[in-house]
C-alpha cells in the first residue's frame, strides 16, 4: 500500500510546506516518513478488510496451495 500512497503524499507534503523549509534532506526525510505512515494506515483501514472480505467468500483451492 506504501507504493501507492508515496507519490500523492510527496506532492501534499511539498505543497503545503513554506519554501523555506524545502531543505532537501529535510524534505526527503518527511516525505518517506509521511507516505511510510499513511500506507500503513490505509492497509490497514483499507487492504486488510478487503482482503479478509475476499477470503470470506473465494476460499483457495488445493491445487492452489499445494505448494505453500
Do not use: C, Q
Amino acid at each position: 500500500s506504501v507504493y501507492l500512497w508515496h507519490y500523492p503524499v510527496m506532492k501534499i507534503v511539498e505543497n503545503y510546506l513554506p519554501p523555506e523549509t524545502h531543505n532537501y534532506y529535510l524534505l526527503i526525510t518527511i516525505e518517506n516518513l509521511a507516505g511510510l505512515i499513511v500506507g500503513l494506515v490505509m492497509a490497514r483501514l483499507i487492504e486488510m478488510p478487503v482482503l479478509k472480505l475476499r477470503d470470506k467468500f473465494f476460499t483457495p483451492t488445493k491445487a492452489l496451495n499445494a505448494g505453500v
